[in-house]
């Protein structure tokens, strides 16, 4: 298992929540490697011919991606994984906007003109802030940047011509 890699108490919770495999598409791999591979490549965002061989042929990392992306599956997932984290307790929905930190326009005084640095463990590890996270929000959260990411896909395949063959 790389840094980064689904646990096993999140690939537990996660996986009753994957779609059941028909036979249009073919099968899949090993499930848990493609979804590692897709986190991986959300995470770090290397091309897709740059994956790692142990996420398997970066070819069937991609094709799941794209077509989870094309028809909705990754929006249906983090929405069935939001509400049973949600029955459990692990969200709290409370939000508390302060004006202190509230980000203000770029041009207002005292902007930053580098960013700032990321707070690391002594051992260069994790960010702290994300110590305190339950493996729920963890996953959660994953699963937002990927659907963050099929969004951009979309947006970017509507922008773009239909190829003629």
């Not at 009753?16 to 965002?45: K, M, S």
């Not at 991606?65 to 692990?90: F, K, M, N, P």
């Amino acid at each position: 298992m790389g840094r980064g890699d689904l646990t096993d108490t999140e690939w537990e919770r996660l996986r009753p929540f994957l779609p059941v495999g028909n036979r249009r598409c073919g099968r899949w791999r090993d499930r848990r490697q493609v979804i590692d591979g897709i986190l991986h490549r959300v995470r770090t965002v290397v091309h897709w011919r740059d994956l790692p061989e142990r996420f398997g042929p970066w070819r069937s990392v991609y094709e799941r991606h794209r077509l989870g992306s094309a028809d909705g599956t990754w929006e249906r997932l983090l929405q069935q994984v939001q509400t049973a984290a949600d029955a459990a307790g692990d969200i709290d929905w409370d939000i508390s906007v302060d004006s202190t930190i509230v980000r203000a326009h770029q041009h207002a005084a005292g902007a930053r003109t580098t960013p700032p640095l990321a707070l690391t463990d002594s051992k260069g590890g994790e960010a702290l802030e994300h110590q305190d996270e339950t493996p729920r929000q963890s996953l959660v959260g994953r699963l937002m940047e990927v659907v963050r990411e099929a969004r951009t896909w979309a947006v970017h395949a509507a922008a773009s011509p239909a190829e003629s063959i």
